[in-house]
């Protein structure tokens, strides 16, 4: 029986891990190579990196140790890919179908878009045909103007017009394999998820949708399982926090009759 | 996990056709002990090896149409058929070895498994096939020693194959239909699920191949 995922989300901003709020304030957490050993010992199910740098400021940051934007994040994929035995995607600032193909051959299993559909929708499809849609990933962030969702690009700056719905579908229909929906509002807040807008994506498209934003507690995760058809729960901050997170997070769903692989603490 | 040393000199030939996800294999592998390692496809490395591993992740016939350009496929059939050195086939590593492809368009595979690589029929479940899910043994084998239905394997894929021969599927598995998760014939093994990001169950497999 296929099992319900369990994902850890790391957000990464000018090469270091950050925590995010809302999108907007970002606290440094460290080094994203060392997250990952921790990660694999809880025997996360995946895990999901998504670069946030803005080139202008990472520039900025990083002139000094000649590094540009890409040949970091390239780096970071490398070193985290050997560090680990699990699913890994990437996302964030992918624009060209090279810019793909470059993230998978340094270990990527799959890639993470988002602006890029508003920016070049014609990419979706070109990547799902090139490298098969099971590593096409749409990633969409979402807030309520008006009591409507409406989905965000460049790093949730941009509104596109479009519902979440309207956009999944169009993603599905482009050979996005996978999505992952993300609350803007509820971004680190710790509230809860979404439920209603994640139930209603999940019941309407036939790619896998994992969940993310609000994650404030492993019941809350629990709740994206029984109410909604979600494939996955991602979450980012809960993960970071707390000693032992996604096994604890396992061992709660685990023992709540929600079918995720078993609990264990892996040293591979 | 590394400790274990096999009762035999290993080296493992992992085909080089510019596939995917060759660095995760790579990665995997050189987690084990006294096991020799190479990336390659050349003569040399596929005639010296005691184990070949073909990855393979994308489409059927991007995968085909690489392997026909970049392997030498005369001397690989040779070792596999003649010397009977083991094969394991890994995703589209594993659908290639059917006699045909129906993924974007009708493909001839390498035939080494009487069979066809068809879209796969979830019913009401979601699509692509992503995540954890288990495998049931069909056909006993060492290949699956120690290895049961406690034992999740990382899947990713929207086609399946077919055997003709139901002697050949070793196992399968259960998502919204039932579909062959390990194939084998002879010396050739296929798994359809990805064992280099499968942590415990992963190592448990390949070690299981590597044995053989």
Redesign the interface.
């Given at each position: 029986?296929?099992?319900?995922?369990v994902i850890p989300i790391l957000l990464l901003k000018n090469g270091y891990l950050v925590k995010s709020k809302n999108f907007i304030k970002h606290q440094n957490l460290g080094n994203p190579v060392t997250a990952v050993k921790r990660l694999s010992e809880w025997?996360s199910?995946e895990l999901i990196y998504l670069d946030i740098t803005k080139n202008n400021h990472y520039d900025i940051n990083r002139d000094d140790q000649n590094y540009s934007n890409n040949s970091c994040i390239l780096d970071i994929i490398?070193d985290v890919?050997?560090s680990c035995?699990?699913?890994i995607t990437f996302g964030g600032g992918i624009k060209t179908i090279l810019d793909i193909?470059k993230r998978?051959?340094?270990?990527a299993?799959?890639v993470a878009l988002n602006s890029v559909m508003h920016d070049n929708l014609h990419l979706i499809s070109k990547a799902s045909?090139?490298?098969?849609?099971?590593?096409i990933v749409i990633s969409v962030d979402y807030k309520y103007i008006n009591e409507k969702p409406k989905v965000f690009v460049h790093n949730g700056l941009t509104n596109t017009g479009y519902s979440p719905l309207e956009w999944v579908k169009i993603a599905e229909k482009e050979g996005a394999?996978?999505v992952l929906l993300n609350s803007i509002d509820r971004d680190g807040t710790q509230i809860g998820y979404d439920l209603d807008l994640i139930a209603q994506i999940?019941n309407s498209?036939?790619?896998?949708?994992i969940a993310a934003g609000g994650a404030g507690s492993w019941e809350d995760m629990k709740e994206v399982f029984t109410s909604t058809?979600a494939?996955?729960v991602a979450a980012a901050n809960i993960f970071h926090f707390t000693d032992q997170s996604v096994y604890l997070a396992k061992k709660y769903l685990f023992e709540h009759k929600v079918s995720v692989?078993?609990p264990e603490m892996?040293?591979? | 996990?590394s400790q274990e040393i096999f009762s035999k000199v290993i080296k493992i030939c992992v085909l080089d056709y510019g596939a995917?996800?060759v660095?995760?294999v790579m990665?995997?592998l050189s987690?084990l002990n006294k096991v020799e390692v190479v990336l390659s496809n050349s003569l040399a490395d596929i005639i010296s090896a005691t184990h070949l591993i073909l990855p393979g992740?994308?489409?059927f016939p991007?995968a085909m149409r690489k392997i026909t350009s970049e392997l030498p496929l005369n001397k690989i059939e040779s070792q596999i058929f003649n010397s009977k050195i083991p094969f394991l086939g890994i995703c589209?590593g594993m659908q290639v070895l059917a006699e045909e492809g129906y993924e974007?368009t009708h493909t001839k595979g390498l035939g080494w498994i009487s069979g066809s690589v068809m879209q796969f029929e979830s019913n009401e479940?979601?699509?692509?096939?992503?995540?954890?899910?288990?495998v049931k043994k069909i056909n006993n084998d060492p290949f699956l020693n120690n290895i049961d239905d406690?034992d999740?394997f990382?899947?990713?894929?929207?086609f399946v194959f077919k055997p003709k021969n139901e002697l050949n599927a070793l196992a399968v598995t259960?998502?919204g239909n039932k579909f062959t998760a390990i194939v084998k014939n002879k010396n050739i093994y296929g798994v359809q699920f990805?064992p280099?990001?499968?942590?415990?169950s992963?190592?448990k497999l390949i070690k299981n191949f590597l044995e053989n």
């Amino acid at each position: 029986m296929k099992k319900k995922r369990v994902i850890p989300i790391l957000l990464l901003k000018n090469g270091y891990l950050v925590k995010s709020k809302n999108f907007i304030k970002h606290q440094n957490l460290g080094n994203p190579v060392t997250a990952v050993k921790r990660l694999s010992e809880w025997a996360s199910d995946e895990l999901i990196y998504l670069d946030i740098t803005k080139n202008n400021h990472y520039d900025i940051n990083r002139d000094d140790q000649n590094y540009s934007n890409n040949s970091c994040i390239l780096d970071i994929i490398l070193d985290v890919s050997k560090s680990c035995l699990m699913p890994i995607t990437f996302g964030g600032g992918i624009k060209t179908i090279l810019d793909i193909e470059k993230r998978l051959q340094a270990g990527a299993d799959k890639v993470a878009l988002n602006s890029v559909m508003h920016d070049n929708l014609h990419l979706i499809s070109k990547a799902s045909f090139e490298f098969g849609k099971q590593c096409i990933v749409i990633s969409v962030d979402y807030k309520y103007i008006n009591e409507k969702p409406k989905v965000f690009v460049h790093n949730g700056l941009t509104n596109t017009g479009y519902s979440p719905l309207e956009w999944v579908k169009i993603a599905e229909k482009e050979g996005a394999g996978e999505v992952l929906l993300n609350s803007i509002d509820r971004d680190g807040t710790q509230i809860g998820y979404d439920l209603d807008l994640i139930a209603q994506i999940s019941n309407s498209v036939k790619i896998p949708v994992i969940a993310a934003g609000g994650a404030g507690s492993w019941e809350d995760m629990k709740e994206v399982f029984t109410s909604t058809k979600a494939d996955a729960v991602a979450a980012a901050n809960i993960f970071h926090f707390t000693d032992q997170s996604v096994y604890l997070a396992k061992k709660y769903l685990f023992e709540h009759k929600v079918s995720v692989r078993s609990p264990e603490m892996l040293f591979i | 996990m590394s400790q274990e040393i096999f009762s035999k000199v290993i080296k493992i030939c992992v085909l080089d056709y510019g596939a995917g996800n060759v660095r995760s294999v790579m990665n995997m592998l050189s987690r084990l002990n006294k096991v020799e390692v190479v990336l390659s496809n050349s003569l040399a490395d596929i005639i010296s090896a005691t184990h070949l591993i073909l990855p393979g992740v994308g489409s059927f016939p991007a995968a085909m149409r690489k392997i026909t350009s970049e392997l030498p496929l005369n001397k690989i059939e040779s070792q596999i058929f003649n010397s009977k050195i083991p094969f394991l086939g890994i995703c589209v590593g594993m659908q290639v070895l059917a006699e045909e492809g129906y993924e974007h368009t009708h493909t001839k595979g390498l035939g080494w498994i009487s069979g066809s690589v068809m879209q796969f029929e979830s019913n009401e479940l979601s699509l692509p096939h992503v995540g954890w899910n288990s495998v049931k043994k069909i056909n006993n084998d060492p290949f699956l020693n120690n290895i049961d239905d406690s034992d999740d394997f990382y899947f990713v894929h929207s086609f399946v194959f077919k055997p003709k021969n139901e002697l050949n599927a070793l196992a399968v598995t259960e998502y919204g239909n039932k579909f062959t998760a390990i194939v084998k014939n002879k010396n050739i093994y296929g798994v359809q699920f990805h064992p280099e990001k499968s942590q415990l169950s992963g190592l448990k497999l390949i070690k299981n191949f590597l044995e053989n």
